[in-house]
């Protein structure tokens, strides 16, 4: 599923950190005043190069994703549909949310076959962990559905990815952005190999993530919800996650791991009303990388969802990143 995607930098002692940060990316015009644009990863790019951080991780090559790894999560009518409806110049795919332009489906096959290379690197051992800085984001997208700015699931696919090909049987999705990830969490709430685990903002779009959503039929019990009301700060965020997580990892025990890296539950993010610092994302990240160390041997792959002030978004970045190559 894939060609080998090519991994470059130098190697660094100890942690060999990958990270996915192209200007093809850039190229999903949203349009003016949408908030989910390319400057988002403009302002990343350059806030890892002022901290030395770019230098110190190793550059995974984007590639596409093929038909066969797109069809893991979503129906391919589906997504002959997003790439008709977008060669066909369409503006909007769901209701004046998810902004698209002629380039928008090849730019998301990129960021979901570009999040497959990198954890490919990672299962293989080629790299400890990474972080993919793509666009569109994806964790909205359902399986015959855009949403939310998403138009393929991108940690999803990279969940199956590893499950199919990989031989990690049991993976743990960790997501922190501050809007629920209705996507993922309908993809594996039947299927108990998937842990999923969600910290957000509660009530706010999509209205899904209630505590009461636990999974369903044989999936019952591996879908963990922690919603926090606007306000919350970092003590309720860190805390939430570390009582979501924590106990969960431990009878789940994953082969691999993955986040869900949204950074607009940020205090100065303008689309939500939480208040998590850059140190709480860092603190958060640490958290996440421990559960990995202990339970799937280091294997973590983080992936960009949201996240709209770009110097909070860089700020965050930063942190997460010097985090990862901890």
Known sequence: MGAGGAVTGRDEEGVRVGLVLDECFEAHDTGPGHPERPERLRSIRAALERSGLLARCRRVEPEPASDELLDLVHDPAYVAQAEAACAAGVRFLDSMDTAVCLASARVARLAAGSVVALARAVARGELSRGFAAVRPPGHHAERDRAMGFCLFNNVAIGARYVQRSEGASRVL??????????????????????????????????????????????????????????????????????????????????????????????????????????????????????????????????????????????????AHVAELLA
């Open 173 to 318: 999705v960790v997501d922190w952005d501050v809007h629920h990830g209705n996507g993922t969490q309908h993809m594996f709430e039947e299927d108990p190999s998937v842990l999923y685990v969600s910290v957000h903002q509660f009530p706010l779009y999509p209205g899904t993530g209630s505590s009461g959503e636990r999974g369903r039929g044989p999936g019952l019990g591996t879908t963990v919800n922690r919603p926090l009301p606007p306000g919350a700060g970092d003590a309720e965020f860190l805390g939430a996650l570390e009582e979501a997580l924590l106990p969960a990892a431990e009878r789940f025990r994953p082969d691999f791991v993955m986040i869900s890296a949204g950074f607009d539950a940020h205090v100065a993010d303008p689309l939500a009303g939480l208040r998590v610092t850059t140190g709480g994302f860092q603190a958060a990240t640490s958290l996440v990388r421990q559960v990995a160390d202990r339970h799937a041997q280091g294997r973590l792959v983080s992936v960009l969802e949201g996240g709209y002030d770009l110097a909070a978004l860089a700020a965050s970045v930063e």
